[in-house]
Every structure is written in structure tokens, then in C-alpha cells.
């Protein structure tokens, strides 16, 4: 599983809806509302979910190889703890990292096998934090298969790449 | 409603999320809003709000799943407002 995602909390402030509850249940499925005592989601609740959404997404959809979808509501959240979270769809389970700051927040899928490099620092393990990190040193060795999915040239190799970006924030996980 | 009425609805829609003007200014139906137009997924939400509040229509979850490119959110438009 390979999946992350980062919300830059200053430009998320555009969404100038994030805080309706038309904006929120086009996302959230009525039982992930139920986990939280506030309706709609707080600020920082609302984006956490979000990136973990998005992480998972990215994650199945490579699972899977199918063509971009919009499904938010097909990404069940189950909280475990303020870091760590649950996702299951079509039998694959989807464990998930989540990093929370005031400036943002960064959610990625959590194993062995995989690490993180970010242009800003988490001090956990499999991260690396490189200050200098820009999209554009990845853009000339990314493709992406027909569904838009990408992957890293490396040694004449493809190796399987998630790539976020918002705002200031960059990560890759692989 | 026609297509091309649709069509010239839904781009004042999708204009103020759009990063990627030159892929904006060709755009076809077979034109993706997140690889080609490069619009935040957080944004397609307001795509959708802003879709149900102009044609008065409703968009179902298994609706929206589908609106990720333009040809596929005209004619998702299209059966509603028929």
C-alpha cells in the first residue's frame, strides 16, 4: 500500500465552505460525523479526515488500477488514536499515519517496507526531511500509467511513487 | 437544456478552481479536472455545490463519483435537468 497526502492548514482556508454541513456530507459518511461530537467537524478534524481519505484513496486506487473516481463517502474513517487510523475497503485494510500540526497536517500509509521524504520535518520513523525538496526535482522522472498513477524511473525501473503537494508542503512516499 | 448551454455553465463554474489555464482554454470533454485543469480535490466539492445550486438539481454520492472529467459531469447535468 502506497498513499499520502499533506493540507498546507493556510491554504486550506480557501475552501471557504469547509465549515457547512453541505460541504462536509458531500465527504463525510453519517457515521464518521457520529465519531465527533460537533456537526459540522472542527477545522482541524475536517482536514485530518480529509487527508486521510485522500491517502487511502491514493492507496486503493493503485491497489485496484482503476480509472480517478470522486468517492470520499466510500472511505470509512475509524479512528484509533489521535495518530493513528483504519480504513477498509474491498478487503484491503488501509493503516494510517497521521502528523498534526498548526501548520499542517500530513497523512501517509504506515509499513516497513516504505519511507517518506518531506520538505518539512516529522522525526518519525522511515521519514526524511530534506529543507530543499521541490516537485520539480521528481517532474522529469515521474510517468503516469493511463489512469494517472505514478510511478518512478529509476534504473530503467518503474517503482511505485505517491506524491503530494499543497501549498508550501511536498512529500513523496515509496 | 442543451449541451452547449450546459457547457458554458459549468466552465463559469469550474474557472475560479482551474490552475491550468492553457488545458482550461482547450478544454474537451474528455478533459480531466484533476490531472488536466490541475483543480485541488478539495475544490471539486465546491464544483459540485456550485453544479446543484446553479441547474437547482441534486447530485447523488454515486453521481459525484463519477464528475472527474467535463464530458461525464454534462451529461450527468443533462439527465437531471432535462
Redesign the interface.
Known amino acids: 500500500m502506497l498513499g499520502n497526502d499533506v493540507v498546507d492548514l493556510k491554504l486550506?482556508k480557501q475552501?471557504i465552505?469547509?465549515n457547512t454541513k453541505?460541504?462536509q456530507q458531500?465527504?463525510l459518511h453519517p457515521k464518521e460525523m457520529n465519531q465527533y461530537n460537533s456537526s459540522p467537524l472542527s477545522y482541524n478534524d475536517f482536514w485530518k479526515i480529509?487527508s486521510i481519505k485522500?491517502t487511502a484513496y491514493k492507496a486503493h486506487q493503485r491497489n485496484k488500477n482503476h480509472?480517478?473516481?470522486?468517492?470520499p463517502?466510500?472511505f470509512l474513517v475509524e479512528i484509533n488514536s489521535s495518530t493513528s487510523s483504519k480504513v477498509i475497503l474491498d478487503n484491503y485494510e488501509y493503516n494510517i499515519i497521521s502528523f498534526v500540526t498548526d501548520k499542517y497536517i500530513y497523512s501517509y500509509t504506515a509499513s516497513n517496507d516504505v519511507y517518506s521524504v518531506q520538505n518539512f520535518d516529522l522525526n518519525l520513523k522511515n521519514t526524511f526531511y530534506n529543507e530543499g525538496l521541490k516537485r520539480q526535482y521528481l517532474n522529469n522522472r515521474v510517468i503516469?500509467n493511463e489512469y494517472?498513477i505514478p510511478f518512478l524511473l529509476e534504473n530503467n525501473k518503474a517503482v511505485p511513487i505517491s506524491i503530494t503537494h499543497?501549498g508550501s508542503y511536498f512529500a513523496y512516499l515509496r | 437544456m442543451k449541451k452547449e448551454d450546459i457547457t458554458i455553465e459549468l466552465k463559469q463554474i469550474i474557472e475560479p478552481y482551474v490552475q491550468n489555464q492553457v488545458a482550461f482554454e482547450n478544454m474537451t470533454a474528455e478533459t480531466?479536472f484533476?490531472?488536466d485543469l490541475e483543480i485541488?480535490?478539495?475544490?471539486?466539492?465546491?464544483i459540485?455545490?456550485d453544479v446543484e445550486d446553479k441547474f437547482d438539481i441534486r447530485i447523488e454520492?454515486e453521481e459525484?463519483?463519477?464528475?472527474?472529467t467535463v464530458g461525464a459531469s454534462i451529461e450527468i447535468i443533462q439527465n437531471k435537468v432535462s
Open positions: 486550506a475552501q465552505r469547509w453541505a460541504f458531500k465527504v480529509w485522500e480509472r480517478p473516481k470522486f468517492n463517502f466510500d503516469k494517472g499543497h | 480531466s484533476i490531472s485541488n480535490s478539495a475544490h471539486l466539492v465546491d459540485i455545490l454520492n459525484m463519483e463519477q464528475m472527474t
